[in-house]
């Protein structure tokens, strides 16, 4: 049996197990080109091949099993109709109804949103979460839009995904570019449709229409919980190591204030526009104070300006890519100076960068383990909405670092027993798992 895939050329094709596999070197060819969704394949790829996985089931776990694309009608602020085009795709349904965010971003494409959904999908296994994955986008700038045009966008995007989503079947929730505000307009265009209340049909809603406490922090705090849980681990100091975080959003702005809390001296963080240093330590409430003012971390007057290159390449204990997809690759990955890469964004290293800093004694936790704090509060959040029952925060927060906790010691656990490195790991665990429910479920009909 040939797999075809257009990313590869088939003269690069492997046979293992009867399937045909493209070399890592071939698989690392297409880094440059191909983005977010060859490396989530060559991930999968590494991984089945280690799991010795069934031809015809890595074949099925390795499409998405339904891709909607939706073309839209926006009426814009001065009178014109702007057509918009997004997208919602479910990866896989083995092991429960598929979970994932939504994006609103200039670069969103089909590709990337598969991607994405397909490393929910392992995220939501890796943790052990009854979802499988999913992710939808927009292709929109949110910044270039007023209040109301992107609520405009918001209800008719999700009046055209409406058909696909569902509080059984799949539960959106906030990524780059949309937040609790954007979930409110997707949670009451829904219910209007229903003609009754749905909170359950989306996560990361504002708490006083049904948001579950602690929500909007859980992805940050997961990311420190798991950092701090790698360094007792390992028997290394974690009092005051300094950190470097790119991305100031959600994901950015908690992890840096979490590490501050936490006794870590954040050194530099970055938004789009570029970012601030200090070696002494950046003051995190104040700046983020600042930038609830002004949107952006330039012209904060509590450290020097630096480019988003050069944050990447400072010398520091832990860097947390918190921003997108392909920021470490083979062009800087030699240059990363942390002893530690916590992956907040999804997907920010390439395959060939992780052979780089695998080489370089660079540890990085990979994504699908170390930002799975938003999905395990999602979940949480769903649970309540279900059934209309509210935990306290500091409840969340315990629930939550006791799945980060036990995460971490199955992946690396597994990683000791099988020796390999932790993303391997991670997918080895988590495609294993799903691969298990699929079969227990049997093939129907
Ligand atoms: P966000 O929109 O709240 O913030 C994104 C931040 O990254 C902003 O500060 C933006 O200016 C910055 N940014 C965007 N492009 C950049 C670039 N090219 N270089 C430098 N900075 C850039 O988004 P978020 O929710 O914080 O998500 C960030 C990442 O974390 C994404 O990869 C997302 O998929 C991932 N993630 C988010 C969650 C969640 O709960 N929100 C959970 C897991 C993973």
Redo the contacts with the bound molecule.
């Keep these: 049996m040939t797999i075809i895939d257009p990313l590869r050329p088939s003269s690069a094709l492997l046979q293992i197990n009867g399937v045909e596999f493209p070399p890592p070197s071939q698989r690392r060819a297409t880094e440059k080109r191909e983005g977010a969704y060859a490396t989530a394949l060559a991930q999968f790829d590494r991984a089945a091949q280690i799991l010795n996985l069934d031809p015809g089931l890595a074949d099925t776990l390795r499409s998405c099993k339904r891709e909607l694309t939706v073309n839209f009608p926006v009426k814009m602020d001065n009178g014109e109709v702007r057509r918009f085009t997004g997208y919602r795709v479910h990866h896989n349904t083995a092991r429960g109804p598929t979970k994932g965010?939504i994006?609103y971003?200039p670069t969103v494409d089909l590709d990337e949103v598969r991607a994405?959904a397909m490393w929910m999908t392992w995220k939501c296994a890796v943790v052990n979460i009854p979802y499988g994955g999913a992710k939808g986008g927009v292709v929109c700038n949110p910044k270039e839009l007023s209040l109301r045009e992107l609520e405009g966008l918001t209800r008719r995007y999700t009046t055209e995904i409406s058909s696909f989503i569902s509080p059984e079947g799949d539960i959106p929730?906030?990524?780059?570019?949309?937040?609790p505000q954007i979930m409110a307009w997707i949670m009451d265009t829904y219910s209007m449709h229903r003609g009754y209340s749905v909170p359950a049909i989306v996560t990361?809603k504002p708490i006083n229409i049904g948001g579950s406490a602690g929500r909007f922090e859980?992805?940050g705090r997961g990311i420190m919980f798991t950092v701090r849980e790698a360094y007792r681990t390992f028997g290394w100091d974690f009092d005051g190591i300094s950190v470097v975080v790119?991305?100031?959003?959600?994901?950015?702005?908690i992890t840096a204030q979490t590490a501050h809390e936490m006794g870590c001296r954040v050194i530099a963080v970055?938004?789009?526009?570029g970012g601030i240093y200090n070696p002494k330590g950046l003051d995190i409430p104040r700046l983020r104070r600042y930038v609830r003012e002004h949107s952006?971390?330039q012209g904060f007057d509590g450290g020097d300006r630096i480019t988003?290159a050069e944050l990447l390449e400072l010398p520091c204990d832990v860097l947390v890519p918190?921003?997108?997809?392909n920021?470490i690759t083979r062009a800087n990955a030699d240059r990363i100076k942390a002893r530690v890469v916590a992956e907040?964004?999804?997907?920010?290293t390439t395959p060939e960068a992780d052979e780089i800093l695998m080489a370089n004694n660079v540890l990085v936790i990979p994504?699908i383990l170390c930002?799975?704090?938003?999905?395990i509060v999602?979940y949480f959040e769903w649970v309540q909405s279900l059934q209309q029952l509210f935990w306290e925060e500091d409840d969340v927060t315990h629930r939550l670092e006791r799945i980060m906790v036990r995460s971490f010691h199955d992946v690396y656990e597994q990683s000791i027993r099988m020796n390999l490195d932790l993303r391997t790991s991670a997918l080895v665990l988590g495609i294993g798992r799903v691969a298990e429910a699929t079969q227990t479920r049997g093939l129907y009909p």
């Design positions: 965010g994006r971003a994405l929730a906030p990524d780059m570019g949309t937040n990361g859980a992805t790119q991305g100031f959003g959600n994901v950015g702005s970055s938004d789009v526009e952006t971390v988003n918190a921003a997108t997809e920021q907040g964004a999804n997907g920010p994504d930002n799975a704090g938003g999905v999602s």
